[in-house]
C-alpha cells in the first residue's frame, strides 16, 4: 500500500505564501505523474497542478504564475509552493500518484489551505 502524507496547510492572509509538501512512502520514479488538487467548499474536485516524470508541468488556469509544482525525487517528495494567495484558493489539498494504464491512483489525506481576507 502506498501512503501519500500531506503537510503544510494551515491559516494564511491573503497575499501570503504556503508550501505544501508530500512524501510518499514509495519511489515518486515509479509514477508517471504526480499531481496536487483541491476541493473547496460546494465545488468540485479540481487539478491545480501536475507534474510528469520527464519533468512537465501543467496547471489550472487561475494560479498560473502564483503557483510552483516540483519534485524531489531523492526525498520522494512532491510540493507546490503558493504565493500571492487568494481567498479563492481556500480549500483542501490533496497530493497524487499516477501510474498510467495501470489502474494505480493514489492521493493522500488532504491538508486544509484556509486564506483570509
Known amino acids: 500500500q502506498v501512503r501519500l502524507v500531506e503537510s503544510g496547510g494551515g491559516l494564511v492572509q491573503a497575499g501570503g505564501s504556503l508550501r505544501l509538501s508530500c512524501v510518499v512512502s514509495?519511489?515518486?520514479?515509479?509514477?508517471?505523474?504526480m499531481g496536487w488538487y483541491r476541493r473547496a467548499p460546494g465545488k468540485e474536485r479540481a487539478l491545480v497542478a501536475g507534474?510528469?516524470?520527464?519533468?512537465?508541468?501543467t496547471y489550472l488556469e487561475t494560479v498560473k504564475g502564483r503557483f510552483s509544482i516540483s519534485r524531489d525525487d531523492a526525498k520522494n517528495t512532491v510540493y507546490l509552493q503558493m504565493d500571492r494567495l487568494e481567498v479563492e484558493d481556500t480549500a483542501v489539498y490533496y497530493c497524487?500518484?499516477?501510474?498510467w494504464g495501470t489502474g494505480e491512483d493514489y492521493w493522500g489525506q488532504g491538508t486544509q489551505v484556509t486564506v483570509s481576507s
Open positions: 507534474i510528469r516524470q520527464d519533468g512537465g508541468t
Open positions: 497524487t500518484a499516477t501510474k
Open positions: 514509495r519511489s515518486i520514479l515509479s509514477f508517471d505523474a
